[in-house]
Every structure is written in structure tokens, then in C-alpha cells.
């Protein structure tokens, strides 16, 4: 457990741009320059939602970074992989929707949502038929629920005696007449209920709602929800006997005890583990609740017995519910969502129908490429029936290794759940999941790692067995240029599910898809005839535009909802009428990003020595001109592993969107007179049998030369002013670059893991554990090359790190490693921030970071005494 009650961190106010300093100490929050805050801190690009009935389309705009520093100096706690508050977050200042407007496909209607005079939106939510829409709004300190009916512009503004707080998960019951929300205030979560006719809404429950896990920390469901689209909700509240919060003592009461005896238990690296009895206590005392089902009269039912449920999930018809109960013992290697837990089936009285699975220790699939749990591993209700379970479970013990016809056995359970599992399907290669769409037709995926293979079979889940499947795709998942696209999906609102779109007739269904080939992306709408399993082509995007299909608008796909956008047209809304072939504007959406209009991109393509096909995108700062001399230049990239090398060399992209750099630290460097080289591929093909990560250097060398060649043979880049920077998995490649290159003159490395061996049993997408490939994760470890990183390098890293592999030791014993062999390196410690950086005062001070240190290494570098060239890839 680690309390960082004591821990608060006050942000400071210190916004000069002086130069860095030498020193091993705290430092206040530096800011860059004001014209590069207000583009940092600039409006978010434009967010579309579409309604249920895909007559409406909301479109909103929100202010990014709204959290600062003190937000998150909270107390809270890390527990078994989490972070977990120790108070209900309540506060308001922090959600930043600024605007809204729904519109209506025939363009003829835009209702700008309604707000208190500077206030703003929190949270919209669509009914199920589409016809109204709720949002809270924020002004004078407070929060209101306000519901629109766009078809008229009807407003009503729920009102309540005692609603106050935080408002938010908005539910709708499936006929659109009562809207479930919570209300947070200090003293916990409430759940209420809004009645849209009377525009009143009454409060069902104390703050008794369990806020730990209804937000996301076990389970992705919320911690309230219809049942079966209607009242009762089912919810998991605080148990009626719940202890105080256990004390926690300095003093400990004896040692700390993990066994193994002969058992293999493989388990990658994790942060924020349980570490003794006190977090145990603490574990319980926060996840622990009691499902129980809440009336709209506000009586609560409990449903079982209060524990720690990972999922709650009640059957399509209402019914049942489908409950996983974390159980002890509690593991300190592994976080809860791989915690001992028991899968049952209950009754709405809380009685157990059926145990589906019991785990008694906690278990972690192998690193193994197809390496899965022995039995049954995956349990979810099947959505088109009213109460039948799916269930999969592995023929080979879980070992890909074992021979076997086949790999995977699906099977199913209907209620009342007694006798045994009734076969329905067996797959050659691992189960990957089955679209439901009809009585008798379903689409089941099976896939192998090995050998990125995929295929789709339409099978017949009216037949006992599935019926003869019928093999519709057979692929590579990495073949972006063979991909089919995926279903077009529309809201049922006879179950609230998502099903494919069926044309009248039911004779096809339709896919949307990226279209990707050798000349870029050109999105595309098919329709897939069932009885044949032949797609035809109805719409493809064409140059100069880039157009992708958002929605299908009626069943025989007459007309569609598209994003349209050229190099110079901003993205907005369209209508397009397959039939007669017109286009209707449904917004006018100006630039985004108006600060980055001249700045200048390309789609960029290029090879390496090996045949290797990669690209990247080029940006050059505003008003820039080959005339005026080579530019500094800074990468950011993320290397990806592939077992092909046509995959590798695939294009991703278009030549024909509106590229605006997004407002990430390094792409601000344009504003400051870098160039940019945004995602440069760096492929890592596995060849010949062998893993991608066998070659990794001498590929990722490659990959990297080869793109400082095409930049610096374009005339715009000065290669021996070049920088180079990414973040976890590209922090990773960039140090790399460094210990085996001399290609750049710095880098820039957020979040990395640099020593293998503190990740023995895998890490991306190596499947071998260290003593499998110990030279593998030697020589792919840049901490064992300290020594030969002559290049300056600032590591920059959260704190609160909760990624699995990059603790922050990562970093402070590469600082040291660098420091200790004579080596320039700078390390930023970012207080209170995970993997990913949230808070507004530390998104200011990184942008200041970058701006001295390359301005310091790259900008104002003096030319190299030798230097990286194409024909030399200056392999150290």
C-alpha cells in the first residue's frame, strides 16, 4: 500500500523561460513561452456522437488539460494494480465540454446545446430511440440535468429538491422514459432516477454506491445499470455492515511470507501490488460491495452475499446474473483482474444456479505466443437469446505445444443451467469471439499468433453444433491491405445491443472498412451477401478527399454518414445519397487548429537496405523554405513488431486528409523552429522462422538511418542536427538508438524500460521469458550499453508509473548507469503522474524541458567531427 495523504504536491507559479540548470534537487514548474500555452491549452478537435436512430448527429468541442497538479494530490491508494481514491471524486472544476450542437442529417436542423452564461457540459448521453438527449451542465459552482428533444427543441430541465454534487453515468431505461444517474458529494455517490415526463427526479439511494468499482477499477460495466432495460437497476452498493477504514501501523506484527512449490507461475512485471495483510484490508474495505436491486420507489433488495465482484452482469432476459467474486488467497505477484475468483450463476433472490469456474490461486496466461489458461477461461452471455451462457475452453491444456485436431471447444449452458455443457463448436486455431446476428447465422473468429493468422467462418447457431461453418475469411491479421473491415453496427431497441445492420430483404449485411493499399487509405463501404458470402462494392472515397463512413442511415444503405476532408477542407459531416449520387453538407466545422494552418506535412515514403517499405509523416514550421537553409529536426516513433515483411512495408495514412499536428510536446517544436518527423515506422520483422527481436538493432539502426537519409535527400534536414524522442515502448527505442547508433545527437526518452531482466517474463510482444532467450533480452537491454551512450540524454518519468514493466527504477538506474560511466544526462522525476501525463502544470514543464534540451543539443550543436551517412549506419 502507498498513502500519498502526506505526499500533496503544490504547484508553483514560476513561468519564466530561463535556461536549465545544473543541479540534483526539486524544481519548480517551469512554463514555455505564452504563445505556446494557449496552443497547448487550445480547444480539443471537434467529437462526434450519432444518434441511435442515426437521424441526429451531436457534435461537441472540449478544453483539454483541465487537471492540475493539486487534483490529483488527493489521497489515495495503490492497491493490487490500481489507484484507488480515497475520497469520492466530486469536484466539477474539471470537466471542460465547452460547447455542443446536434444537427440533423437533412442539414435543415442545429440545436447548440443550452449552458448557464460561462459555464459548460459534463456529460451527454443518447436514449435508446434516439429522441432525446440528456446532458449535465456546469455554472455558478453547481450542476444541472437538462434533456432535449431535438426533433422540436423541446428543453426540460429536470429539477429535484436536495440534487446537488457531481453529476454523471447517465443510463436511460430502454423506453426513453427514465434517466438513472449518480450524484457525488463528499459524503459518497448517489443513485437517482429522472422521469422525462414529469421532469422531476427522486433520489434512490443514499451515498451508498461503491465509487471503487463503479469506476472502471475491476470491471468496465458501471456500478448501476437497468436490468434488462428496465426497472429494477442493479447495484453494487457499500455493504450495510461495513467496518471503519482499517488503521495502518509503522509497526509491523511479522514477516511477510510468498510460496511456490513446483508449480509454474509465469507472470509478467507489475506495479502497485498488494505488499501485506494492511493492504489486504484495505483491498477489502474499498472493493468490497453488495449487488442489490434498487426500485424506482427507492426499495433495495440485497441481492447474495457482500464480497468482491469483478462482474455482475444480468442476462438478456433479466433474469439471472452472471456473477465473478474475487476470492482470497490474495496475490502479491499479480494485480485483482488475475486474482483466485469463482464464476456463478444466480437467481434474482441471490441464490447460486450454477458455479461455472473456481480458481483457487491466481493465474496469468503463459507469455507464450497462443499459450492460454487450462479450462474454462472465457464465460459470457450469449445477447440474442434470453438466458444462455458461452463458454470456451482449451482442448491442448492451454499448451500450444501439444498436438491436437483442435485447439478450443465452445461451448453452451441455457437456463435452468443444470446437466451438462451442450457442445457447439471447435476451433483449429484459438477462439477469438462470434458476432451474433441472427437466429441462424453467426460469425466465429478463430486466430493464431504464430503466424498472425485469422480467419472468420459463418456458422449456424440454430444446429446443434454450429451447423457446417463456412469459411468466409482467411488472412493475415497484419495485412492491412486484405482487410475486409468490420460490421456495420446499429443500437437494437428491442435489447439496446449492438447487431449488425441487415438490409429489408435480410439478404446481406454491410462493412466499413479502411481500404488501405499501396497508394494510402481509401475508406469503403461493402455489402456481404449471406447465402454466398461475396461482398460487393457500393462506396469507395476518392482523391483529392479523404471520406470515411461513420454510419449507415437505412437499412438498404440508401444514403450514409460520412467525415469528409481534403488537404485544405477541414473534416465535417456529410449525408451521401447512394442512389442519387448526392452529398449534403451537415456542418461547417472550420480548422481545428487555425495556429498550425501553414504549417506544412507530407506523407513521406522511403526504404531501408532490406527491401523494407516505410513511411512516416514530415511537418516543416510555417513560412519555412528550402532557401532559407536545413532545418533542426526532431523524431517521434514507436517501434512494432511483425512476422512479415510485405505487412512491415504496408502504408497506413493518406496523402489526402487534413493533417493538423496534434498538440503533443514534440509537435509544439514547429512553432519553434524544428522540423518534425512524426511516427517514422520502425518495423521488427521476424524472418525465417525466427522472432522479430532476434535482429531488433540491427533493424531499428536501419529504420532509423534510412529515414535521416530521405529527410536530409529532401534538402530540409541537417543530419548533424537531428533529435530523437518517444515515450514507454518508443522511450525504449530511442535509448537503444543511442547505445548502438550515433545517427542523432540526443534523445528524448519518457517512460521507458531499459533492463530486460527486470521484465523476465516478456515484455511487448516477445513471447520468451529471459532464460528462453537470455541473449535476446542482454543484448536488447540499453542499460548493458550505458557505457556507450556518448550522446546527452533527459529521461523523463511519472512517479506513479502504473504500466506494467516500467517502474520508475527503470529509469533511475539507467540515470545512474549514465552518470556513473561519464555520460550527459538530465532526469526528470513528474510527481503524482502515471504512465500517461495528465496534470496541466507538468504538460507546461515538459514543454520547457524540450525546449532547452534540444535547443541546447540539437539547435545550437556544433557540427560533428564524424557523422552518420548513408552509406555508413554508424553501428557502434
Avoid at 830 to 842: D, I, N, W
Avoid at 847 to 874: F, Q
Wanted: aromatic share 10%; net charge neutral; hydrophobic share 35%.
Amino acid at each position: 500500500m502507498i498513502s500519498i495523504s502526506s505526499r500533496r504536491v503544490l504547484s508553483t507559479a514560476f513561468f519564466g523561460f530561463t535556461p536549465l540548470f545544473a543541479a540534483s534537487a526539486q524544481q519548480t514548474y517551469q512554463s514555455p513561452p505564452a504563445g505556446l500555452i494557449r496552443i497547448l491549452e487550445a480547444p480539443a478537435n471537434p467529437v462526434s456522437s450519432i444518434s441511435p436512430n442515426r437521424q441526429w448527429i451531436l457534435v461537441t468541442v472540449s478544453d483539454p488539460r483541465t487537471i492540475t497538479i493539486s487534483d490529483m494530490a488527493d489521497s489515495a491508494y495503490y492497491l493490487a494494480g490500481s489507484k484507488i481514491r480515497a475520497n469520492p471524486d466530486y469536484r466539477i472544476e474539471n470537466i471542460g465540454i465547452r460547447s455542443g450542437t446536434v444537427s440533423s442529417i437533412d442539414g435543415k436542423t442545429a440545436r447548440a446545446l443550452q449552458v448557464p452564461t460561462g459555464g459548460r457540459i459534463g456529460t451527454t448521453s443518447w436514449s435508446s430511440d434516439g429522441e432525446h438527449l440528456a446532458y449535465t451542465t456546469i455554472g455558478g459552482g453547481k450542476m444541472e440535468l437538462v434533456i432535449l428533444d431535438p426533433a422540436t427543441g423541446v428543453l426540460h430541465h429536470i429539477a429535484a429538491a436536495g440534487l446537488s454534487g457531481k453529476l454523471g453515468d447517465l443510463d436511460w431505461s430502454r423506453d426513453g422514459r427514465h434517466l438513472a444517474f449518480t450524484a457525488t458529494t463528499p459524503a459518497g455517490t448517489a443513485v437517482w432516477v429522472a422521469d422525462v415526463t414529469t421532469e422531476a427526479a427522486r433520489r434512490l439511494t443514499g451515498p451508498a454506491l461503491n465509487f471503487t468499482t463503479a469506476r472502471g477499477n475491476i470491471v468496465d460495466d458501471p456500478g448501476c445499470s437497468w436490468l434488462n432495460g428496465r426497472a429494477p437497476l442493479v447495484c453494487r452498493l457499500w455493504p450495510a455492515q461495513r467496518h471503519a477504514l482499517p488503521k495502518t501501523s509503522e509497526v509491523p506484527t511479522g514477516v511477510i511470507v510468498q510460496e511456490s512449490y513446483g508449480r509454474s507461475a509465469p507472470a509478467r512485471t507489475y506495479e502497485y501490488l498488494l505488499q501485506g495483510p494492511a493492504d489486504e484490508a484495505l483491498f477489502d474495505y474499498y472493493f468490497a460491495d453488495q449487488v442489490s436491486l434498487v426500485g424506482l420507489d427507492g426499495k433495495i433488495t440485497p441481492i447474495g452475499q457482500p464480497g468482491v465482484h469483478a462482474r455482475v452482469a444480468p442476462s438478456p432476459n433479466g433474469k439471472y446474473l452472471l456473477v465473478e467474486t474475487i476470492q482470497r488467497p490474495y496475490s502479491y505477484q499479480v494485480p485483482m483482474d488475475v486474482f483466485p475468483s469463482r464464476t456463478e450463476v444466480w437467481d434474482l433472490n441471490g441464490k447460486v444456479l450454477r458455479e461455472i469456474r473456481n480458481s483457487h490461486v491466481a493465474e496469468e496466461a503463459p507469455s507464450a505466443r497462443d499459450a492460454v489458461l487450462p479450462g474454462i477461461r472465457i464465460v459470457n452471455w450469449r445477447p440474442d437469446v434470453p438466458a444462455t451462457l458461452v463458454m470456451v475452453e482449451a482442448l491442448d491444456k492451454g499448451n500450444p505445444r501439444n498436438v491436437v485436431p483442435k485447439r478450443d471447444q465452445v461451448s453452451l449452458l441455457s437456463a435452468p443451467f443444470t446437466g451438462a455443457l451442450t457442445p457447439f463448436v471447435q476451433t483449429e486455431y484459438r477462439y477469438g469471439g462470434i458476432s451474433w446476428v441472427s437466429p441462424n447465422t453467426a460469425f466465429l473468429i478463430d486466430r493464431l499468433s504464430r503466424g498472425a493468422k485469422q480467419r472468420v467462418w459463418q456458422i449456424d447457431p440454430s444446429a446443434l453444433t454450429g451447423g457446417i461453418p463456412k469459411l468466409v475469411w482467411d488472412r493475415s491479421a497484419e495485412d492491412r491491405y486484405s482487410d475486409p473491415g468490420t460490421w456495420v453496427l446499429v443500437q437494437d431497441t428491442a435489447t439496446d445491443r449492438l447487431v449488425p445492420l441487415r438490409s429489408s430483404d435480410g439478404r446481406y449485411l454491410y462493412l466499413r472498412g479502411n481500404g488501405a493499399s499501396p497508394e494510402g487509405d481509401r475508406p469503403f463501404l461493402d455489402r456481404f451477401e449471406l447465402t454466398t458470402g461475396k461482398t460487393e462494392r457500393l462506396w469507395q472515397s476518392a482523391a483529392p478527399n479523404y471520406e470515411q463512413v461513420l454510419q449507415v442511415v437505412d437499412r438498404d444503405a440508401g444514403r450514409i454518414i460520412t467525415q469528409r476532408e481534403s488537404p485544405t477542407d477541414a473534416p465535417n459531416y456529410f449525408v451521401r445519397d447512394l442512389r442519387n449520387k448526392s452529398l449534403t453538407q451537415i456542418t461547417k466545422l472550420s480548422d481545428p487548429a487555425p495556429y498550425f494552418a501553414n504549417v506544412k506535412s507530407e506523407l513521406i515514403t522511403y526504404s531501408r537496405p532490406d527491401g523494407i517499405k516505410l513511411s512516416a509523416t514530415l511537418y516543416l514550421p510555417a513560412g519555412y523554405d528550402k532557401s532559407q537553409g536545413r532545418l533542426p529536426f526532431f523524431f517521434w516513433a514507436y517501434p512494432r513488431e511483425f512476422q512479415s515483411a510485405d505487412a512491415a512495408s504496408q502504408l497506413a495514412g493518406s496523402p489526402y486528409q487534413f493533417k493538423r499536428p496534434a498538440r503533443q510536446n514534440y509537435l509544439m517544436l514547429l512553432m519553434h523552429g524544428y522540423g518534425v518527423l512524426d511516427g517514422p515506422t520502425m518495423p521488427i520483422v521476424g524472418a525465417n522462422g525466427k522472432e522479430p527481436n532476434d535482429s531488433y538493432i540491427d533493424q531499428l539502426v536501419a529504420s532509423a538511418q534510412a529515414a535521416v537519409d530521405k529527410i536530409v535527400d529532401m534538402g530540409v534536414a541537417d543530419r548533424d542536427r537531428i533529435g530523437i524522442g518517444g515515450h514507454s515502448y518508443g522511450a525504449f527505442m530511442t535509448v537503444n538508438l543511442l547505445a548502438h547508433s550515433d545517427i542523432f545527437r540526443t534523445g528524448i526518452a519518457e517512460s521507458g524500460a531499459y533492463n530486460r531482466t527486470l521484465t523476465p517474463f516478456g515484455f511487448q510482444a516477445e513471447p520468451r521469458t529471459y532464460w528462453e532467450a537470455p541473449e535476446v533480452y542482454n543484448a536488447m537491454s540499453p542499460f548493458n550499453y550505458a557505457n556507450k551512450i556518448n550522446e546527452p540524454v533527459l529521461l523523463i518519468h511519472g512517479q506513479r508509473d502504473d504500466n506494467s514493466g516500467t517502474f520508475p527504477i527503470q529509469s533511475e538506474r539507467l540515470f545512474a548507469a549514465i552518470k556513473g560511466n561519464g555520460g550527459s544526462v538530465r532526469y526528470i522525476q513528474l510527481p503524482l503522474e502515471p504512465h500517461g501525463y495528465t496534470a496541466r502544470e507538468t504538460q507546461r514543464h515538459l514543454l520547457w524541458e524540450y525546449i532547452n534540451w534540444l535547443d541546447k543539443y540539437v539547435k545550437r550543436a556544433p557540427p560533428r567531427t564524424t557523422s552518420a551517412t548513408a552509406t555508413s549506419p554508424a553501428l557502434k
